[in-house]
């Protein structure tokens, strides 16, 4: 009785910390949010189907106005044609909704991707199906296509693909392979000039060291997802900034069902002021050049993001509503108590 007595008496003061260990937490917060004050960011490369609401509201709160949500592998092979054609619905339906409701433009390109394309029975019907979304308002671009393992069928289908982008006037957003990137890449570009499209038209996604400055002589952009682990961390990004410039680059989460962070473009931009990248060369990089490489496909209003909206989370999308059982609208993050 006693003991327990005390537990309760003593844990509040333990869950409040100590006075240091909330001022490192604060400074914490503190820090990364400071340094983008007044930013705004722009994703062109994020999977939102595989997150939750709190990941919506993080990017909101952190300055991010708009993404772009390539059609993916979804970590789990489709079987048949009707889950491609529910997932290409829900890129420019729900999930464009969902994305509204925390006052975040989504768009989002749409492709077959490389590692189902290995299933040619299946993609001989997803091509067929493809230009029925290309089309529609918010796709900008064809994406993401192109390699990973680089084989007969991922070429074939890549170059269809090319093809419909030329025909739509749509930008292309490449997928470079994680096993043998250089050649990988080098091969990208080559078929795509083959198939007579500008450069400036494409943009090679998952960038390294090792090929950013074949991708950005040639005259593509060069894309960079900040992921941990497996692509590139946000250190080595600003030393490519430094070393290259801000011309032509741009870098994006690529957050998906891994491991991986949504808000890796302001932590970037955060540590590319703290490290004395110029204000200019962040904004092109987490901002601008995504906005003009993806405008090219008509489908970009800036005035869309960058005039704050009204959010009314009322909202609904055929009916539904991202809030459950009567919950009141835009509930305060902050709040421990959770209602
Ligand atoms: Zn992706």
Redesign the pocket.
Known sequence: MCLNHDNIQQNPSHFEGSPQELALATNVQENFMDYIKDLKFFDP?I?MTSRTTDDYQALADAGVVAIIE?A?WLGQPRTGLATFKDYYSSLIGWERFRSSQFGIKHYCTIGLNSREANNEALAEQVMEILPLYLYKEGVVGVG?IGFDDQTAAEEKYYRLQLELAKEAGLPVQI?TPHRDKKKGTERSMAIALEHGIDPGMVII?HNNEETVKSVLDQGFWAAF?IYPFTKMGNERMVEIVKQYGSKQIMINS?A?WGISDPLAVPKTAALMKIKGISSEDIHMVTYKNAIDAFAQSGQIKVEDFENPQEIDQSQTFNGNTILRGGQQPRIDKNAIVIR
Do not use: I, R
């Open positions: 490369h999977h390539p993916f993401e997928h996604d997802t690529a998906d």
